[in-house]
């Protein structure tokens, strides 16, 4: 079968899985800081092999690296994902204000130049403006001119947590997603992390461009940030793909698991999605996300303790519904 695609993590933040991190997303939000400032193109180059290696373990055979740490350690991400044989798109993010220093630019120019240097490295790569916390409307603007004028991916958070739309609202005016509409960052090229706390008229608007939402259920629960509005993007027909964000889990299957079982607890149904369209979720839209036109296959190891004495028409329902990513073989 098709491999899966992680079109969201921040591989980094393995290092923090069971650490308490506080009461809520900002204290944790604190702690990750302090790892992030950790980093070095050394670190990142030894410890992505081994949690990219993970990944491909997991039957994650692409990931979208949205990764803010610096240029050097991007070019490092690049050469940790060839040694563990996992395809890799970065995700370069725009910072223009607050995170730590090493995450910002000094101008969209000067991250539009990060963006070209990283191109010219033969990596493939895609825009992420952070958010709409850490990126000024006239960065926006530049930077969906840019990615659309280039035919590439643009990836951004938005609606994680209630202060950012509180924030948000009080700059602009209008909600996360309103504002990306305004600077030109909607389009079929944009994918938007979370969405967790979007509103009906922001989901219109993703629906109206057919940009698509990314999930990431296993971290959104570890964070608190709520639920993933599952129903309202179906409902929509607006396309999700998965991510291991923070990655505190890195199983494509719990995540597709996570999805389908928001869905039934809030419609009190079961097989909410068919089951061909979840697994669809966790590689041909993760792949469209990242602009990837082709990416490795995995095997599913039917002679698991998992899959054993399951029919073989019941096995893509099985590894939804009860295996982990341990019966994937690349
Ligand atoms: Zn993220």
Redesign the pocket.
Known sequence: MPGFVNA?S?TFQRALRGRAGGGDFWAWRDEMLLEADRQSPDSVRSDYAVWYGEMRSAGYTAVGE?HYLGLPEALAAAEAAAEAGIDLVVLLAAYGRGGLPRFRQDSADAFLGQVDTLRASGARVGLAPHSVRACPADWLEAIGTYAFAEGLPLHV?ADEQPREIEECVAEHGVRPIELLARTGCLGPATTV??ATHADGHELDLLADVGARVCL?PTTEADLGDGYAPVDALLERGIPICI?S??NVRIDPLEELRELEGIARRASGRRNVIPVETLLSFGAAEGAAALGLDRWPDVSVALEHPSLAGVARSDVPSALVSGCSGDVLTG
């Open positions: 969201h921040h949205f958070h992390v979370h990431c991510g964000d923070s």
